[in-house]
């Protein structure tokens, strides 16, 4: 979207297609679908199936924790601050390792079909990177409609100022 002040100077501000946007959210639901079906049909026992439920959604939850860490990080040393303890770095990269490994050993430890297990590890793959594409995504849009609000902010006032100055 282009915008142009007074001075004739042109501002950019980047944003995903329509179509971007809907081929990560249908990856997503595609992601969420097939792991479903994968823990819905589930042989074996019930605490099995308890335990790769309750793992998808701790991997879902550290995917977007890591993807806000990373990205909120990056944003700081960009602008030449810091933005997390290192505790708090060790806490999430923590949870996402450890909700990964204890999910990985959970679904290999499980008496079922290879095959069986070969299709609940690429669907809770599929489903990790699609997780950190969505929020990226989101993270992008929210950027975008902050920048485009400021920037209608400065034209405003800048219109105002000019207003009052004829006056």
């Given at each position: ?8 100077q042109q501002i950019l501000i980047h944003r995903d297609s329509k179509a971007w946007g809907l081929q990560v959210w249908v990856s997503f639901a595609i992601a969420v679908f097939l792991c479903g079906v994968g823990l ?128």
């Amino acid at each position: 979207m282009k915008a142009q002040t007074q001075h004739q100077q042109q501002i950019l501000i980047h944003r995903d297609s329509k179509a971007w946007g809907l081929q990560v959210w249908v990856s997503f639901a595609i992601a969420v679908f097939l792991c479903g079906v994968g823990l819905a049909y589930l042989p074996g026992k019930d605490l099995d199936r308890a335990f790769m439920v309750m793992g998808y959604f701790f991997c879902l939850s550290a995917a977007f924790v890591l993807a806000k860490f990373v990205r909120d990080n990056e944003q700081a040393t960009r602008e030449g601050r810091t933005a997390d303890t290192p505790l708090f770095k060790l806490v999430v990269w923590g949870g996402f390792f450890t909700a990964m490994g204890l999910t990985a050993w959970g679904l290999l430890r499980m008496e079922v079909n290879d095959t069986y297990k070969a299709f609940l590890g690429v669907s809770w793959l599929y489903l990790i990177t699609c997780t950190f594409t969505l929020a990226k995504t989101l993270r992008d849009k929210h950027e975008a409609d902050l920048s485009q609000s400021r920037l209608q902010a400065r034209l405003m006032r800048s219109d105002a100022t000019a207003t009052a100055e004829t006056e």
